[in-house]
């Protein structure tokens, strides 16, 4: 399968904030690429996009700048950890 190149929104660099709890600066739960978790909002195969951010991505907790290949822990990976 090819990989394709993919422009995301600075909307969808918002999503992909709130959809992560923090990074690898600042969480011990952090073991995903930022691209992973912008696969699941644009519902593609992980490994499969390249992402071009228009700006770099925030922490929520720590502010660090992220850009795609930035480590970061999901909000479901907390969930389950709770859960557990």
Known sequence: ?????????????????LAITGCIACSELARVP??????RLGNH??????YILPVLAACP?????LDERAIVA????V???NVL
């Open 34 to 39: 930022l691209t992973r978790v912008l696969d």
């Open 45 to 50: 195969p992980p490994g499969c996009v390249d």
């Open 61 to 65: 907790r720590c502010h660090a700048l």
């Open 1 to 17: 399968m090819k990989e394709q190149l993919v422009a995301v929104s600075q909307h969808t660099v918002f999503l992909a904030e």
């Open 79 to 81: 969930a389950r950890r």
């Open 74 to 77: 999901p909000k479901e990976v």
